[in-house]
């Protein structure tokens, strides 16, 4: 999303709260540009380049069960069968290296660019009480119907995480720098 009247672009990935983000920051700026693209393409397709560009980024495993949560929900048929429908297209992905679903795309495949300030999702309310915004509550509350222990003690969760080892990297560098002003 580009916030026009900062002149910032802030990476839209999926399940760090961009969502949320959005809600807030259309009711105050002008703002283009949103979706969930990689930040190399949508500098791309703004033709310019901002003062600043962030990025929101999660712990890799919270974000996978955020993922799997949010699939599953959507998802159709008998519960019982749903989590390894999801587990097993996701393997299948992996192992064929073919394209992954937005949803589950990996971070660091959104953050494609140099000079992006990383933003740990721990400092999300700090981040967004740097905008104005200083009583941010999720717009949306969704359930969770699968818990984190029940996905990440699935027989294919290890091969799963693994696809994401860089995500891994790329957090604990958010973590480490931690100020994003």
Request: charged share 25%; net charge positive; with cysteine.
């Given at each position: 999303?580009y916030?026009v009247?900062?002149?910032?672009?802030i990476?839209?990935?999926?399940?760090?709260?961009s969502s949320?983000?959005v809600?807030?920051?259309?009711k105050v700026?002008?703002?283009?540009?949103q979706?969930?693209f990689?930040?190399?393409t949508a500098?791309?397709a703004m033709?310019?380049?901002?003062?600043?560009?962030?990025?929101?980024?999660?712990?890799p495993v919270e974000r996978?069960?955020g993922?799997?949560?949010?699939?599953y929900r959507?998802m159709?048929g008998?519960?019982?069968t749903?989590?390894?429908?999801i587990?097993s297209?996701?393997?299948?992905?992996?192992?064929?290296?073919l394209f992954?679903?937005?949803l589950f795309?990996?971070?660091?495949?959104y953050?494609?660019v140099?000079?992006?300030?990383?933003?740990?999702f721990?400092n999300?309310?700090?981040?967004?009480?740097?905008?104005?915004?200083?009583e941010v509550?999720?717009?949306?509350?969704?359930?969770?119907?699968l818990?984190?222990?029940?996905?990440t003690k699935h027989?294919?969760?290890?091969?799963v995480i693994v696809?994401?080892?860089?995500?891994?990297?790329l957090?604990?560098?958010?973590?480490e720098k931690?100020?994003f002003?």
């Amino acid at each position: 999303m580009y916030v026009v009247d900062k002149d910032v672009f802030i990476s839209e990935i999926p399940r760090t709260g961009s969502s949320t983000m959005v809600h807030y920051f259309e009711k105050v700026y002008r703002t283009e540009m949103q979706g969930h693209f990689s930040i190399g393409t949508a500098l791309w397709a703004m033709k310019r380049i901002p003062t600043k560009t962030y990025a929101i980024i999660r712990d890799p495993v919270e974000r996978i069960v955020g993922c799997i949560n949010q699939n599953y929900r959507m998802m159709e048929g008998n519960p019982s069968t749903r989590l390894n429908k999801i587990m097993s297209s996701l393997v299948y992905n992996i192992r064929n290296r073919l394209f992954m679903p937005e949803l589950f795309m990996r971070q660091k495949d959104y953050v494609d660019v140099e000079d992006v300030v990383l933003v740990p999702f721990d400092n999300y309310n700090n981040f967004m009480g740097f905008f104005g915004f200083l009583e941010v509550k999720d717009v949306f509350q969704e359930k969770k119907p699968l818990l984190k222990q029940k996905i990440t003690k699935h027989k294919l969760w290890r091969e799963v995480i693994v696809f994401y080892e860089q995500d891994f990297l790329l957090y604990n560098a958010a973590k480490e720098k931690g100020n994003f002003a």
